[in-house]
């Protein structure tokens, strides 16, 4: 067990693992992903002079070992030095100064599989369970808006308890059924949901598409939409948000556009044509949310003409 500095005790201890590869120990600089957490200790921490990308992993160590001397931080190493094969760098630092290792660590999370390609870390890409004729390419439509990588698999066999798709399965043991709940996992881990406000923002339009849209778009068992109907006030009111703003929150295209846009677009496809001429804006939003080039690629360019053809009033 590791314990803070005595003479400091009011530090907070972070763990920042490395496995050291012998190329790393003689002559390679440390890992980006390593500097950015120690750097986001920064000055406030550490001093300027403690964050040097240039170093190698034995200059680092050297440096922490150096500021642990000096009373800065506590250092603890597993293993031989300076030939080391697995080091556990363990930084004190302050309260404030683990918080925002914490940070780096959470976008690091969200942004994965832009880091997977980039070619910083190798992880596996999520698989979903699906097919073109359900509502997977749903899903698919996010991450190619959001640039996550996904490892697409036939609809059965199928983990989902019920063996129905679409279904997520992750890292760590992850998986994840429903079409609104993939989204939200999704944008939760890798689209930057950052906070429970952020969050709540997006959830509340992803969850009222799984809803009250799903029945205004498709009717009771499959009828038919009813989305041209004046009585149907929750039409007016989204044609009127839409007339404010083009995309539902923040005025910025988000996952709570890909699953409201998505049920409104497959009207067309189900069902042919769709008078929205008093409800213009939805018009307008639809096809603006057809052109997209990610919603070509995830539905298919006879979705996007059944959108451009059978939609009217925009």
């Given at each position: 067990p590791l314990s803070p500095n005595s003479a400091s005790p009011t530090l907070w201890c972070v763990i920042i693992a490395m496995q050291a590869t012998p190329e790393r120990r003689s002559g390679t600089a440390l890992p980006a992903t390593f500097l950015a957490a120690v750097g986001a200790l920064g000055a406030t921490a550490l001093g300027p002079a403690f964050v040097a990308p240039g170093r190698t992993?034995?200059?680092?160590?050297?440096?922490?070992?150096?500021?642990?001397?000096?009373?800065?931080?506590?250092?603890?190493?597993?293993?031989?030095?300076?030939?080391?094969?697995g080091v556990d760098l363990t930084v004190f630092a302050s309260a404030a100064a683990a918080a925002a290792v914490g940070a780096v660590a959470a976008r690091g999370a969200r942004s994965r599989h832009r880091q997977q390609r980039a070619g910083a870390v190798q992880l596996s890409a999520a698989r979903l369970f699906g097919a073109q004729s359900t509502r997977s390419?749903?899903?698919?439509?996010?991450?190619?808006?959001?640039?996550?990588?996904?490892?697409?698999?036939?609809?059965?066999?199928?983990?989902?308890?019920?063996?129905?798709?679409?279904h997520l399965s992750d890292d760590g043991g992850v998986e994840v059924f429903e079409s609104g709940a993939?989204?939200?996992?999704?944008?939760?881990?890798?689209?930057?949901?950052?906070?429970?406000?952020?969050?709540?923002?997006?959830?509340?339009?992803?969850?009222?598409?799984?809803?009250?849209?799903?029945?205004?778009?498709?009717?009771?068992?499959?009828?038919g939409p009813v989305v041209s109907r004046p009585d149907k006030k929750a039409m007016d009111v989204l044609n009127k948000l839409l007339g404010e703003s083009e995309w539902l929150v923040d005025g910025q295209f988000s996952v709570a556009d890909v699953a409201v846009a998505s049920y409104l677009n497959y009207i067309p496809v189900f069902f042919g044509q769709v008078d929205l001429k008093s409800r213009p804006n939805v018009a307008k939003y639809m096809k603006r949310c057809a052109e997209r080039p990610a919603f070509a690629k995830a539905f298919g360019a006879q979705h996007v003409?059944?959108?451009?053809?059978?939609?009217?009033?925009?």
């Open positions: 992993a034995g200059q680092q160590l050297s440096a922490l070992r150096g500021a642990r001397a000096a009373g800065e931080l506590g250092v603890a190493t597993t293993g031989s030095t300076p030939g080391w094969s390419p749903l899903v698919n439509w996010y991450c190619y808006e959001a640039g996550i990588d996904l490892e697409m698999k036939g609809p059965k066999p199928s983990p989902h308890p019920f063996g129905q798709v679409p993939i989204l939200l996992y999704l944008a939760d881990k890798y689209g930057g949901l950052s906070t429970p406000e952020a969050r709540a923002k997006v959830t509340k339009w992803v969850m009222w598409a799984n809803s009250t849209l799903e029945e205004l778009c498709f009717g009771a068992g499959f009828s003409a059944a959108v451009r053809a059978q939609v009217l009033g925009a």
